[in-house]
């Protein structure tokens, strides 16, 4: 015996779903945790991000679970799973993104609540700024047609601001409290080197240097010929079959059902009319291609319903083809003011409302997105630039993940929701790095120009970035752990989008194209007029008239030294 049909579906899906909470907070935590060991190397410093992380997620949970006690929020399985990881991963984002400007400033400062006040005070704007817009693309989601794509976005955005409030003070406290002992074996002692600005990322930098506009130009054909990939990506939703890793009950059931009875049998289109033209309802629909039985007219209240048997299974893209045959029959039929429903038509109008949110919410977190980014930078040229390669990496990062669902996992197609989900993650989430390097290249071009401040910024920041985007992407990527196929898709695509956003995008692609661009990045701006004269001024350290060439290797350690 096999229970199949909607409620074998919903059945199963709730057995999929069961216990997804404590499976992707221990989850979570584990790749958070081992991250953040081999980012500080201090066996203790990682509990400091993990405690705070851990709190703003239980409090925002708690929140979320008022609003939707109330009814003034529409919870489910999908968001509730996605709270988890996006609290956990921007969180700690936010918490590695302070610690290192912290642990920055404790060399330069012998009081630790001095150097925790200039750490707040140089990059709390930029954190707070990354919230606020992360924020603002959640709160887009409002605009959706679907209810749980529309609930996602306020209950993401309550995670990122109570992330963002405790980042901001619960962790500095901590930090403060526990003094530098924490960072113990490798202490920042005051006065001590700080040895980025010969690192790995001040190699690159210095590399790139060398030709920045033939490397954001090969770059960006990379990534360009990547985007090639969406061609493969079949985003017109998955059968039941394909919605799970293995064979439930339910798909078990429906197979057998198509062997022997029409494919369509347990999940009839319901087609609901006027009772005195329910004849001619039932003959018109019997008479619609794909329709293998039609059964009599059940009155009640002058409406009657008719049950329409498809010859195709009810999750399939022929079934919906004959749904739309139906509507379009029974619309002509005269005085019925018929309609109909069922499992095939909620598919239907699910897949349209899915593709009417991808037009209109896109465009609309864009423009949100560049608009906040015009007003943090004063500029114009930089947003413009930055919201084209957002576009890159979410095209590369879309095309590359359906080359992998198709000729590596094998899956046979993806959730109609996919694009829009993995572009507000990748879009909100990774503008957070974008708003991160771009604020520091703008401190530091104020003081010694853009060319210089773009090299003096992937020195300081590459290794953070890097590190904030392995937290991101592995938190991400524990959606796989769940045996359905979209909360999978979602989690790869992101994860790779942001493991591309932070090693390709962030750090080689903008920087490179901060020093070919150089002052030009700031226009309007006075600092656009001004920026030739700063990176002409000679450097502490720099002899002679302290010009900076076409960066040869020679120059590296002068242009890395920030005028203090």
């Not at 954190?127 to 306020?154: E, H, R, Y």
């Not at 202490?187 to 080197?193: A, D, H, I, K, Y």
């Not at 590399?207 to 969406?230: D, K, M, Q």
């Not at 929701?417 to 989430?429: G, I, M, Q």
Request: glycine content about 10%; charged content about 15%; aromatic content about 6%.
């Amino acid at each position: 015996m096999h229970v199949t049909g909607p409620v074998g579906y919903a059945a199963d899906s709730s057995e999929a779903f069961s216990g997804i909470d404590g499976k992707l907070l221990y989850s979570a935590m584990a790749v958070v945790i081992v991250i953040l060991l081999l980012t500080y190397r201090s066996p203790v410093l990682w509990l400091i991000p993990v405690i705070s992380a851990g709190t703003a997620l239980f409090v925002a949970q708690a929140v979320i679970y008022f609003l939707a006690k109330d009814d003034t929020l529409t919870v489910n399985a999908q968001s509730s799973g996605i709270l988890t990881v996006i609290v956990f991963g921007a969180g700690t984002d936010y918490a590695l993104l302070l610690v290192a400007r912290y642990r920055e400033e404790l060399r330069r400062h012998e009081d630790r609540h001095e150097a925790m006040a200039f750490a707040l005070h140089r990059a709390g704007p930029a954190i707070l700024a990354s919230g606020a817009t992360v924020i603002a693309g959640m709160l887009c989601l409002l605009v959706a047609t679907m209810n749980s794509t529309k609930g996602l976005g306020p209950v993401a955005a309550i995670g990122i601001a109570v992330g963002l409030l405790v980042m901001l003070t619960l962790l500095p406290a901590l930090l403060v409290v526990c003094g530098r002992w924490i960072f113990w074996p490798a202490r920042p002692t005051f006065g001590s080197v700080d040895h980025t600005r010969d690192g790995f990322w001040a190699r690159i930098g210095r590399r790139i240097a060398r030709a920045p506009r033939r490397t954001w130009i090969v770059t960006s054909v990379l990534l360009a010929v990547a985007t090639l990939g969406v061609l493969q990506l079949n985003a017109t939703g998955l059968s039941n079959a394909d919605s799970y890793y293995g064979e439930p009950e339910s798909v078990v059931g429906e197979q057998i059902v198509a062997k022997h009875f029409p494919a369509g049998s347990g999940s009839p289109v319901l087609v609901l009319a006027n009772a005195d033209a329910a004849g001619a309802v039932k003959t018109a629909v019997a008479g619609v291609k794909g329709v293998a039985a039609v059964g009599d007219p059940v009155t009640k209240g002058g409406r009657s319903i008719i049950q329409a048997t498809l010859a195709d299974a009810p999750d399939s893209d022929a079934a919906t083809a004959t749904v739309d045959r139906i509507r379009s029959t029974i619309a002509d039929v005269p005085g019925a003011d018929a309609i109909a429903g069922g499992d095939t038509a909620t598919r239907a109008d699910t897949l349209r409302a899915s593709a009417d949110d991808n037009v209109r919410i896109i465009p609309l977190i864009l423009a949100v997105v560049l608009l906040i980014l015009v007003l943090l930078l004063r500029a114009i040229t930089a947003p413009l630039i930055l919201i084209g390669t957002v576009l890159l990496s979410y095209g590369a990062a879309m095309g590359l993940s359906a080359l992998i669902f198709r000729h590596v996992l094998g899956f046979a197609g993806a959730d109609s929701s996919l694009p829009l989900f993995v572009f507000v993650f990748l879009v909100a989430l990774g503008i957070d790095y974008n708003i991160f390097l771009m604020t520091r290249v703008h401190e530091e071009a104020k003081e010694i120009g853009t060319r210089r401040g773009a090299l003096v910024d992937l020195s300081a920041t590459g290794g953070v970035i890097t590190s904030a985007g392995l937290v991101l992407a592995g938190t991400f990527a524990v959606l796989g752990t769940l045996p359905v196929v979209t909360f999978a898709e979602i989690g790869l695509a992101v994860a790779l989008g942001v493991l591309l956003d932070t090693l390709v995008v962030r750090s080689v692609l903008v920087t490179a194209l901060n020093l070919d661009v150089r002052g030009r990045m700031w226009w309007p701006s006075a600092l656009a007029r001004r920026d030739a004269e700063l990176d002409a001024r000679p450097l502490a350290g720099e002899e002679g008239d302290g010009v900076v060439g076409d960066a040869d290797e020679a120059e590296g350690s002068a242009a890395l030294e920030p005028a203090r």
